[in-house]
C-alpha cells in the first residue's frame, strides 16, 4: 500500500509557485489531456506563447484575471510509492492566513525563493510560520536556476543563509534540504538534470517520495476527544455504549488504564471497536470507538486519555495565536475556543507580546493584534479543560478562536510558549 | 522553537487515512449539529459517502436522512439503486424532484434541456423548508479547479451561496461549524479522495454500485463530442445517428448532459486499471455542463450548486 504524504507549498509573489506545482502535477502525469487542452487554449486567449501550466492551479475566475493565487488550492498526484496532498498557499494575501491554513496539517513544507534575490523577507516569515506551527521538515526550492546559468556557488549560498536561518528556528540540519530547481523547464522537479552537474542530491519528487514520514512513536501518551456516543438501543445492541472519536496522539488497546477528563472518572478500556471489528490496537489518526469496563457518564467534549500520563486541566492558557480575522485582537475580547471536540468561552486577558517574525524578535504588551499578526496571549477559559502544549503535542495542543456573535474563525491557538527558544537562536 | 520529530497524522495507509478523516468528519458534523442530511443520488461518490456514514456510526443506524435532488433525467437503473439501497438499510429518503419546481412554475425549462443547473433551486427550497443546518455532499477537490479551494466544512449564506473570498481558514482537524440562523454548512468527507482513490476503496470493501459503472450494451448518440443516450430528455435529432456500443460512465448524473464512456471494463479491478490509464479527468470526459465556460462550476458553486 502507498504511503500518504500531505505538504504544503510557500513562497512570495513571482517565485514561481504555481507553476512549480503546475511542473509537479504534469511531470507525475496528474494533469490529463483535456486539463492540459483547457490550459493550452486559455494561454493562446492570453496572448502566451507556451502553455502557462500555473493556470492549472489557479481556479477561481478572479485569480485567473490577475495572474494570482487568493486561496488555499489542494491538489493531488500520486507516484507508485506515495500520494500526495498538497496545499498550494498564496505568497502575498493575508500570507499568515493562507500559509497557517495550508501548513498546519502539514508534514512538510516546500518554500519557493527565486534564485536571483535569494532568502528574502517573505522567506524568513513563511519559515517563521512554518517553524511556529512545527511542521517537520523544510524544503528549499531554489527556483529559475536557469537565470543564474545554473551557476553553482549562487545556489550554495542561498542553501548556506537558509540553512542557518532554519537552524536558528530549531530546525535540525536533517530535517532541511536545497534543491536547485527550474519549474518553468523542470529542472530537478521529477528529472534530474544535466546542467546542473554539481548537484548530486535528489529531485524534488525523488525527496518527496524518500523523505520519513516517521510512524507516530509508541511512547507518546493515548489522547481521544470523544466526538459522539454510539448507543443504538436496538434488539442486537440493547447495550452498547461506545465513545467514538479519532485517536490523537498515543495508541489504546483492550485493558488499557484510562482517565476521562475533565471529570477525572478511571476506567479500563474494555474494547476498540470498528465497523470492521474490534482492534488489539488502534494508533493516531484512527477513527474508532471505545468502549469501557464502566457505565460512566461521558458526553461529547470530554476526553479519554492515559490514566498514568494524563493531560493537564487548564483554566487558564498562555499560548501563541496568529490572528486571523480583519478586526483586531484587543486585551478583553470575549471569544470562544474550540479544544478538541469541545467548545468553551473565554477572555482574553492579556495579550502578552507580539512576535516580529522578520527579526525573531517580540514586542512586548502590544495594544493589539492585527489581522495577519502573530502573538503570545493570556486567556482565562469559563471552565477547566484537559490540554497538553503543542510542542508535545500537537492535535490536543492546538484550539480555535472563534467569533461568538457570527461563528467565523479568528485565530490558530498553540497552547504553551511557542517565541521561548527565539531569542537564543536569533540571528 | 521545538520541531516536532513526528507527525500526528495515521500515513500508514493511503486509504485507511482518508477513511478515518471522513469518519471524523461525520461524527463531528454529528456531534455539532441539529439536523443535517445526506446528499444521495446512488451514483458512486455518493454511494462511497453513505457507506462511510454507516461505518462512522456503526453499530447504530445513521443519524440523517438523505435527500435526493431529482432532475427526472435520472438514469433507470441509478433510481432503481437509490431505492433498494435505502431499503436495504432502513435510511429515510427524502426527493426533491425538479420536475414538481417547473410543473408550478417555481422553475422553467431550459433551451438546452439541460438540468443539471436546474437542480440548485429544489436544493436551496428543501434545504429552508426542512431548516437543515449541514448538507453532506460528495464532492472531491480533484475533480474541477473551483472544487480544489472548497474548505471541508463550507459556510454558505442565507441565501445558500458560496464567497470564495470569505471563506474560513480550516486548521488542523478542528473543524469550525458555527453559523448564524437561516445560514448553512456544506460538508465534504470526500474532499481529500481522487478518483483512483475512490475505486480502490470501492474494491477493497467491495461496495455495490448501479450497474451502469460497468460496461454494458447501450443504445447512443454523438453530441459535443460526448456519447449521450435516449431519453426522456430529448434526443437523437433527426441528424444525429444512433449506434450500440459496449460502454459504461464515469460520472453519474442528469442524462441530457452526462456522457458515457467506450469501456469494456466490466468488473471493479478493470475499472481501476482503465482510470489509471485514462488521459482525461471524469468530468472532462462525461459532463457537458462543465464545458460552458472556463468557470462554469464556480459559477454554479457560487449560486448555491452542490
Redesign the interface.
Known amino acids: 500500500m502507498s504511503s500518504l504524504l500531505r505538504l504544503a507549498t510557500a513562497g512570495s509573489v513571482d517565485d514561481g509557485k504555481s507553476t512549480l506545482v503546475g511542473r509537479l502535477l504534469y511531470d507525475t502525469k496528474s494533469v490529463l489531456a483535456d486539463q492540459l487542452e483547457a490550459v493550452q487554449r486559455a494561454s493562446v486567449d492570453r496572448g502566451l506563447s507556451t502553455p502557462d501550466l500555473s493556470l492549472l492551479v489557479d481556479g477561481l475566475r478572479s485569480e485567473r484575471e490577475q495572474g494570482i493565487t487568493i486561496d488555499v488550492a489542494y491538489r493531488y498526484f500520486a507516484t507508485p510509492r506515495r500520494s500526495f496532498v498538497l496545499a498550494d498557499t498564496p505568497g502575498h494575501v493575508q500570507y499568515t492566513r493562507n500559509t497557517v491554513t495550508g501548513a498546519s496539517t502539514a508534514q512538510l513544507a516546500v518554500l519557493l525563493v527565486d534564485a536571483r534575490s535569494g532568502v528574502v523577507e517573505q522567506t524568513r516569515r513563511h519559515a517563521a510560520v512554518l517553524a511556529l506551527l512545527g511542521v517537520p521538515r523544510l524544503v528549499l526550492a531554489v527556483n529559475k536556476i536557469d537565470l543564474l546559468d545554473y551557476d553553482e556557488g549562487a545556489f550554495a549560498a542561498i542553501a548556506k543563509e537558509f540553512a542557518a536561518h532554519a537552524e536558528s528556528l530549531g530546525y535540525s540540519p536533517s530535517s532541511v534540504e536545497a534543491i536547485p530547481v527550474s519549474a518553468l523547464h523542470g529542472d530537478n522537479v521529477a528529472t534530474r538534470s544535466a546542467r546542473t552537474p554539481w548537484y548530486s542530491g535528489p529531485t524534488l519528487l525523488e525527496h518527496l517520495e524518500d523523505v520519513p514520514v516517521a510512524p507516530d512513536p509508541h511512547g507518546d501518551p493515548f489522547r481521544l476527544p470523544v466526538q459522539y456516543v454510539i448507543r443504538p438501543r436496538t434488539p442486537e445492541h440493547p447495550d452498547y455504549r461506545g465513545y467514538a472519536g479519532q485517536v490523537a496522539t498515543g495508541t489504546v488497546r483492550p485493558g488499557d488504564e484510562i482517565v476521562v477528563l475533565p471529570q477525572g472518572l478511571r476506567s479500563t478500556v474494555r474494547r476498540v471497536d470498528t465497523a470492521d471489528g474490534p482492534l488489539d490496537e488502534a494508533g493516531s489518526g484512527s477513527s474508532v470507538t471505545v468502549l469501557l469496563a464502566d457505565d460512566l457518564d461521558i458526553s461529547r467534549g470530554d476526553l479519554i486519555a492515559s490514566a498514568d500520563r494524563p493531560p493537564r486541566l487548564a483554566g487558564e492558557l498562555t499560548a501563541a495565536v496568529c490572528w486571523l480575522s480583519s478586526s483586531p485582537l484587543r486585551p478583553g475580547a470575549k471569544v470562544l475556543v474550540k479544544v478538541g471536540t469541545r467548545t468553551v468561552q473565554a477572555i482574553v486577558e492579556d495579550i502578552v507580546s507580539r512576535f516580529d517574525e522578520q527579526t525573531l524578535s517580540t514586542v512586548d504588551l502590544p495594544e493589539s493584534l492585527e489581522l495577519n499578526e502573530i502573538g503570545s496571549v493570556r486567556v482565562r477559559l469559563s471552565e477547566a479543560v484537559p490540554v497538553d502544549d503543542y510542542a508535545t503535542s500537537p492535535r490536543t495542543g492546538a484550539f480555535l478562536m472563534i467569533e461568538p456573535r457570527d461563528g467565523d474563525t479568528l485565530a490558530a491557538g498553540l497552547v504553551g510558549d511557542r517565541f521561548s527558544m527565539i531569542g537564543a537562536g536569533a540571528p | ?21 471522513a ?2 468528519i461525520f ?2 458534523v ?2 455539532e449539529f441539529d439536523r443535517p442530511v445526506i446528499l444521495f443520488s446512488g451514483g458512486k461518490d455518493s454511494t462511497l459517502l453513505l457507506h462511510l456514514a ?8 445513521v443519524p440523517f436522512p438523505l435527500l435526493h435532488v431529482d432532475t427526472g433525467h435520472n438514469f433507470d437503473e441509478v433510481i432503481a439503486f437509490r431505492d433498494h439501497v435505502v431499503e436495504k438499510y432502513g435510511l429515510r429518503l427524502l426527493v426533491a424532484g425538479v420536475q414538481d419546481w417547473i410543473d408550478d412554475g417555481r422553475l422553467t425549462e431550459r433551451p438546452d434541456g439541460t438540468r443539471n443547473p436546474l437542480q440548485t433551486q429544489p436544493l436551496l427550497d428543501t434545504i429552508t423548508e426542512h431548516r437543515f443546518d449541514a448538507v453532506f455532499g460528495g464532492g472531491r ?2 475533480e ?6 472548497e474548505r471541508i466544512f463550507s ?1 454558505r449564506n442565507a441565501f445558500g451561496q458560496w464567497d ?2 470569505r ?8 473543524y ?1 461549524g ?3 440562523p437561516g445560514e448553512h454548512v456544506r460538508v465534504f468527507p470526500l ?2 479522495w ?1 478518483e ?2 475512490v475505486w480502490n476503496y470501492i474494491a477493497r470493501e467491495r461496495i455495490e454500485l448501479p450497474p451502469i459503472y460497468y460496461a454494458h450494451k447501450r443504445s447512443v448518440y454523438r453530441r459535443d463530442g460526448m456519447w449521450l443516450t435516449e431519453g426522456p430528455w430529448g434526443g437523437p435529432r433527426a441528424d444525429e445517428d444512433v449506434t450500440e456500443l459496449t460502454v459504461r460512465y464515469r460520472t453519474v448524473g442528469d442524462g441530457s448532459c452526462t456522457g458515457a464512456v467506450e469501456s469494456t471494463a466490466s468488473t471493479v479491478d478493470e475499472v481501476i486499471a482503465e482510470v489509471q490509464a ?4 471524469e468530468r ?2 462525461t459532463r457537458a455542463d462543465d464545458r460552458l465556460s ?2 462554469a462550476m ?1 459559477d454554479r458553486k457560487r449560486e448555491g450548486y452542490f
Not at chain 2, 2 to 20: F, G, Q, W
Not at chain 2, 54 to 61: G, N, V
Not at chain 2, 144 to 149: L, S, Y
Not at chain 2, 167 to 174: D, I, K, T, V
Open positions: 522553537m521545538t520541531i516536532l520529530e513526528h507527525t500526528p497524522v495515521a500515513a500508514r495507509d493511503n486509504l485507511a487515512a482518508l477513511e478515518s478523516e469518519i471524523h461524527r463531528e454529528a456531534g454507516i461505518k462512522a456510526f456503526w453499530p447504530a443506524p477537490r480533484d474541477e479547479r473551483a472544487r480544489a479551494k459556510l470564495p473570498r471563506q474560513r481558514p480550516e486548521l488542523w482537524n478542528l469550525n458555527r453559523h448564524r474532499s481529500n481522487t483512483a482513490d485514462s488521459r482525461l479527468t472532462g470526459a472556463e468557470a464556480e
